[in-house]
């Protein structure tokens, strides 16, 4: 879920570092959300989809609850851990209201104001409804509380200077392509924004520029530059395709986590297999493998 943009984040401190100007550059934009009634059990498949649950649990850590901290993302520009989600007020989310989520999820901006790092993946969030917020919301307040904070994130100076980040967000931020396509069925439409939404493919499927920032002309095209010197493939139409990926093959795959050759995903795709698309529904699963097999004409 998280790919930590490394040479992104040494130009981001060491600009932050010569320009005070960055501290009030701006980061937010309103968030206004209706008063609407939480569905705990759709907001629990968002989460899923989305892969809260895989990137803020530790199943290698013992005694920790899930979602009471990630697993350490180790990266050349230190090491970042997914914080605390459980209801605890003093570690976790307990002292939020509906407002400072919704913030954090769509715009990545903590409730003291200060933006996040983009190595939680708020970009791809941005187009989350408001009733998709209030049914994540409902989900998470029935999370026990964990009275632990997570451990700590070490990341050195000047990569540290979070306001720097302010900058990063003017020049790179952009949507995914999720928005509804009239000349598409429905079931396109879905698994578009899913893929490119939700579930935030191109997060570790895209390269990046030598800022960070996702390099679109070559969006799902695969990047070597994952933390601990991964790579995630190139999962355009003609290469799958090219090595024989079917829409039956890859549903397939996001439900149990073998390839079609037989060999089983392993490192962060096997994790996002066991905590994330196996547990989506049948159809949410082919929507998402047809339009990645036919995603080149959007």
Known sequence: MAAVLRLGFAAIGLIAAGSAALAVWPVGWPVELAELEG????????????????????????????????????????????????????????????????????????????????????????????????????????????????????????????????????????????????????????????????????????????LGGRRMEARLAGSNDLPGGKSAPDITPAALARNGWTVDSLAFALKSGVAPDGDVLGGGMGEVVQQGTAWLTPEDRREMAAYLMNAGDD
């Open 39 to 210: 569905n705990v059990e759709r907001g629990a498949y968002l989460a899923r989809a989305g892969g809260c649950i895989a990137c803020h649990s530790d199943p290698a850590s013992s005694g920790r609850a899930p979602l009471s901290a990630g697993a350490p993302i180790a990266s050349g520009f230190g090491t970042f851990v997914p914080p605390n989600l459980t209801t605890d007020p003093a570690h976790g989310i307990g002292a939020w209201d509906i407002a400072d989520f919704a913030k954090a999820v769509r715009q990545g901006i903590s409730p003291g104001g200060d933006p996040y790092y983009p190595a939680f993946p708020y970009a791809f969030y941005g187009d989350l409804s408001d009733q998709d917020i209030a049914d994540l919301w409902a989900a998470f307040q029935t999370v026990p509380p964990v009275a632990e904070p997570e451990p700590d994130s070490e990341v050195p100076f000047p990569v540290n200077q979070r306001f720097g980040l302010k900058l990063w967000r003017a020049a790179f931020l952009t949507a995914p392509p999720t928005a509804p396509r009239p000349d598409k069925t429905e079931a396109w439409n879905r698994g578009q924004w899913l893929v490119n939404g939700l579930a935030h493919c191109g997060a570790c499927h895209t390269d990046r520029n030598l």
